[in-house]
């Protein structure tokens, strides 16, 4: 199974060079991805190129960044320009972003996100695969009076959205080639996010999608006191729709009852669980809340988990 972890979050942002420090620890210890949240800090494109580019064989990702405030294609050329730097190993990921940072941030009105994700999507795999683009949709214009192809960006950049309702998931099953869910559990994984995705992507024609799970955890001895400071950290995805949502049908209270907190074997026993409710994929978050020491210990587990 593929497992990997965030290097960089909307709540910590390191120098680049410890970023790059940390992804070459990360692959030592053997996993196999490093992922980098989109804030209104680094650029998440450049920062994955970056470190997929000093870090060979590491795959890098971004996860991810709102459709809102930008145009696919200002976005493929950042997408295809990762894709060439890392030699084939960056990942695309997309958000509908919440009303509050982008009517607070970007002064634009959060006004149909679903179908602002679907014209996006539409636009952007073209320009992904050849470079064109000839779109007119009711939201958004993409067209290419010259090729928008990057020499070098092979294979095609792969999109993934970060969607867990029914209506952002029929839309990433159609049209692009993956999810990734934050705070879904196990149960809502295969009760209700794995079942719509790959129905709407069986309907649409297209291969089984990626369902590349975001799991908050840490292997640690002070399982309660990490846990506290889980309950902090996540507090605010309890105010967001879309997250509490997807928090309920996870049957947990709150989203730090959906942290993987404990110590080797109950961790690589909740890793089983995500897999069994069809993940694809684990990437680990929040795996510096118990401090340096249990950061290392939880990467290890993980690249032990990942050589099988």
């Known amino acids: 199974m593929t497992l990997g972890v965030t290097l960089a979050s909307t709540s910590r942002q390191l120098p680049i060079d410890d970023t790059v420090?940390?992804?070459r620890e990360a692959r030592d210890a053997g996993l196999h991805s490093a992922w980098f949240g989109q804030s209104f800090a680094y650029d998440s494109p450049s920062l994955a190129a970056i470190v997929?580019?000093?870090?060979?064989?590491?795959?890098?990702?971004t996860s991810a960044i709102p459709v809102f405030g930008r145009h696919p294609l200002l976005v493929s050329s950042q997408a295809q320009t990762a894709q060439a730097a890392t030699g084939g190993r960056y990942h695309l990921g997309l958000a509908l972003?919440?009303?509050?940072?982008?009517?607070?941030?970007?002064?634009?009105?959060?006004?149909?996100?679903?179908?602002?994700?679907?014209e996006f999507l539409t636009a952007l795999r073209p320009l992904l695969e050849t470079g064109e683009a000839d779109f007119h949709g009711e939201l958004l214009t993409a067209t290419t009076p010259y090729s928008a192809a990057v020499p070098g960006a092979r294979p095609t950049v792969p999109v993934?959205?970060?969607?867990?309702g029914p209506q952002a998931l029929r839309v990433s099953?159609?049209?692009?080639d993956g999810?990734?869910?934050?705070?879904?559990?196990?149960?809502?994984l295969a009760e209700h996010v794995v079942p719509a995705v790959t129905a709407a992507a069986e309907a649409a024609g297209r291969p089984a999608p990626r369902i590349v799970a975001l799991v908050?955890?840490?292997v640690t001895a002070d399982?309660?006191?990490?846990?506290?400071?889980a309950a902090e950290a996540l507090a605010l995805y309890e105010r967001i729709p879309s997250y509490r949502r997807a928090i309920e049908l996870s049957g947990a209270d709150g989203a730090a009852g959906l942290a993987v907190i404990g110590d080797e074997e109950a961790v690589a026993a909740e890793v089983r669980r995500y897999r069994e409710a069809g993940a694809t994929e684990v990437v680990f978050t929040s795996t510096d809340l118990g401090g340096e020491d249990d950061r290392r210990r939880t990467w290890k587990l993980l690249g032990e988990l990942a050589r099988g």
């Not at 997929?52 to 990702?61: D, I, M, T, W």
């Not at 993934?160 to 867990?164: D, G």
């Not at 399982?223 to 400071?229: F, H, L, M, Q």
């Open 223 to 229: 399982a309660e006191g990490v846990r506290e400071k």
């Open 179 to 188: 999810i990734l869910p934050f705070l879904a559990g196990p149960r809502a």
């Open 216 to 218: 908050p955890g840490v």
């Open 160 to 164: 993934l959205v970060a969607a867990m």
């Open 52 to 61: 997929g580019r000093e870090v060979p064989g590491l795959q890098v990702g």
């Open 21 to 23: 420090r940390l992804a």
């Open 173 to 176: 099953g159609e049209l692009a």
């Open 97 to 118: 972003g919440t009303r509050h940072l982008t009517e607070t941030g970007f002064g634009l009105p959060y006004e149909r996100p679903i179908g602002l994700l679907r």
